[in-house]
């Protein structure tokens, strides 16, 4: 990592030697990274380079082939208790379409334990600013809307640590600027964000810190203060067309 | 390292437990109540319920499924071959088995369709949970379908279940309990591939031979009004299957999940 600053939280997330092979081709391959509590980073790369298998294994969705990933130091695995600080965003909504919106964030606060879950899914949605179609069901709600409900699912229980596959997928612009708005928020209050995304001066607006994945492997891994839009854009295109 | 202990209502609480970070660092683990095994299985099942509630699709199908095929059998029997009361046992358990297949299908297809799968997998729930939850609601799915086959059958095929019939419930909740600790594994594990309308009677149904047997053979001989300790041979067998497959396809059903 280049031109960072000495962090002064705690490491939220961390990987560390973090593989995966799938039939004996390796999709993600010796990932070291750590998120400090507060940070985001941006994680950038072409289609195959590994980037939702990475984010998988961090939410504990995928097994790792070797190495091991850490929320607030603990393992990711075996203890339901750790997935408990991470929430997941995807541009799959991962919401039940029969359910109504409140239902389904509802559904998700239980789980996870949430004390009073029918308000904090209220808080939620109405965070996402998706309150008034609360009791709409899900299949009635257009893409953007469905993405905001999916948001407010997964910050349901406050999470620690907060992964981002391609999250601004549908959105229209209000649901873009509720979304970034809540991230800052997240990232502010202490959470830890790892963004993927193809769009770069999307992630690079959110992100403490950025990186480019390729063929599995982290190749560049900087802060972003140290990072010069344009120029990070052309090298970014000259380094995935390679 | 985390340190688990047990709260009243079978939830969970994870201690104040520390564990030092590479960087020297330490941050602790809440203090937090998650729901016990038995809570999210509840949770879980109440939600595919109120699933198959709000679009009774997999519900109607099963129900339709069942109706017409006592009505095939039906218009297929010769009465002055076979007596109703050898015929109505076999009709009845190959329209369970059947029947229920549907509703097992959809248990995971739920999850599937945008993924939702992904969030319930990556909530602080045990694995054992969610099979669980899925076996209780489809468990309620099958007996709701016996509940409206059943007394098709009966009147249908004139057979006099009367005195038979709280036995006769017995057996069907027992069958049922076999039928989808078994059907839910292995719905889990057709779901992902792209004949899992196929796999799914091919792998669930050699599996079934014992449960439709067992159930069958019992079945013909409460409605033949013969005592209970007649049919207590199968009786066994079918309480066997259930304990020896409910606890095996719990254990194996998170080693499904992984990919």
């Given at each position: ?19 995966r ?7 993600v391959?010796?990932v ?14 072409p289609?195959?380079?590994?980037k939702t298998?990475l984010?998988?294994?961090?939410a ?9 990933a850490?929320?607030?130091g ?20 991962m ?7 409140r ?9 996870y334990?949430?004390?009073d ?15 008034d179609r ?20 997964a ?38 964000l ?18 480019i ?26 380094m995935?067309?390679? | 390292?985390?340190?688990?202990s047990?709260?009243?209502g ?8 520390r ?14 109540r ?5 809570s ?27 109706l ?7 218009f ?5 071959a076979v ?23 959809r ?9 939702a ?38 009147l ?18 027992l069958?049922a ?12 594990m ?16 050699p ?11 019992t ?33 194996a ?7």
């Open positions: 990592m280049t031109g960072a600053p000495p962090a002064t939280t705690p490491i939220a997330l961390e990987a560390v030697a973090l593989t092979e799938f039939g004996g081709r390796r999709a391959d010796g070291d990274l750590a998120v400090h509590a507060g940070e985001c980073l941006a994680l950038f790369g289609n195959g380079a590994g298998t984010l998988r294994m961090l504990g969705l995928l097994r790792p082939t070797s190495g091991r850490t929320v607030d603990v393992a990711l695995g075996a203890d339901p208790a750790v997935r408990s600080r991470v929430g997941i965003i995807s541009h799959q909504s919401l039940y379409a029969a359910l109504t919106a239902e389904n964030v509802e559904f998700s606060a239980r789980l334990g949430v004390a879950a029918r308000d904090a899914a209220a808080e939620a949605l109405e965070r996402m600013r998706v309150a609360a009791d709409a069901p899900v299949r009635s709600l257009s893409r953007g809307l469905q993405q905001r409900v999916s948001v407010a699912r910050i349901v229980h406050d999470p620690r640590v907060v992964l981002l596959d391609e999250p601004y997928t549908g959105l229209d612009e209000a649901g873009a600027a509720a979304l970034t708005a809540t991230l800052e928020q997240l990232k502010a209050s202490g959470a830890a790892v963004l993927v995304t193809h769009n770069l001066s999307e992630g690079l607006a959110l992100a403490t810190h950025a990186a994945m390729r063929r599995g492997r982290l190749v560049r891994h900087e802060h972003r203060a140290s990072v010069e839009v344009a120029t990070y854009a052309a090298e970014y295109r000259e995935v067309s390679r | 390292m985390s340190e688990e047990r709260v009243a079978g939830g969970w609480r994870v201690a104040e437990a564990q030092d970070l590479p960087s020297g660092r330490s941050h602790p683990l809440p203090a937090t998650y729901p016990g095994i038995v999210s299985a509840l949770l879980i099942a109440r939600k595919d319920l109120a699933i198959e509630f709000r679009t009774r699709s997999a519900f109607f199908s099963a129900v339709v499924f069942a017409l095929a006592v009505a095939i059998f039906f297929a029997w010769d009465p002055t007596a109703s009361l050898d015929l109505a046992p076999g009709v009845l358990w190959v329209i369970f088995t059947f029947s229920g297949l549907l509703g097992l299908h248990s995971f297809g739920v999850e599937q369709a945008d993924r799968v992904d969030a319930l997998l990556a909530a602080p729930v045990p694995r054992e949970a969610i099979f669980l939850g899925k076996a209780l609601a489809n468990l309620v799915f099958v007996l709701a379908v016996q509940a409206i086959a059943v007394p098709a059958v009966a249908l095929y004139n057979v006099p279940v009367g005195r038979a019939a709280p036995a006769l419930a017995g057996i069907v909740v069958a309990i076999g039928l989808v600790s078994v059907g839910t594994l292995f719905s889990a057709a779901v992902n591939t792209r004949l899992a309308e196929l796999l799914l009677p091919m792998l669930a149904l599996f079934f031979v014992p449960v439709v047997m067992a159930a069958s053979q079945t013909a001989r409460l409605l033949a009004g013969r005592p209970i300790a007649d049919a207590m041979p199968w009786l066994r067998i079918l309480l066997a299957f259930d304990l020896v497959f409910g606890f095996a396809c719990m254990l059903f998170p080693h499904t999940l992984e990919e």
